[in-house]
């Protein structure tokens, strides 16, 4: 069974940063493309932020989220990570991962930027 644990999320003020984390059990983890999307509250739907390859590169990133937010993994641990800094408002949302090859995804972790 894959089971996905993601963390990092909360309330942060508009410039600062978070970082969040996806595990993933019950997959070689290290075979798996991995997308992390994004929900905006009554904002249509989920929209695509990032995806890692399963080595490492290349990643690819939302043009408005490049500069800002970074995403590795670290297949030993099973883990993706999405650091996100310079948080906008805009930013808020319920972020998750993926692994598109399996349409699985995690539940996800909410992102509140507001001063």
């Known amino acids: 069974q894959v089971q996905f644990v993601e963390s990092g999320g909360g309330l942060v003020q508009p410039g600062g940063s978070l970082r969040l984390s996806c595990a993933v059990s019950g997959i070689t983890f290290s075979n798996y493309y991995i997308n992390w999307f994004r929900q905006a509250p009554g904002k249509g739907p989920a929209e695509w932020v990032s995806?890692?390859?399963?080595?490492?590169?290349?990643?690819t990133y939302l043009d408005s989220v490049k500069g800002r937010f970074t995403v590795s993994r670290d297949n030993a641990k099973n883990t993706v990570y999405l650091q996100m800094n310079s948080l906008k408002p805009e930013d808020t949302a319920v972020y998750y991962c993926?692994?598109?090859?399996?349409?699985?995804r995690g539940q996800g972790t909410q992102v509140t930027v507001s001063s």
């Open positions: 995806g890692i390859p399963t080595d490492g590169e290349p990643i």
């Open positions: 993926t692994v598109p090859s399996m349409g699985l």
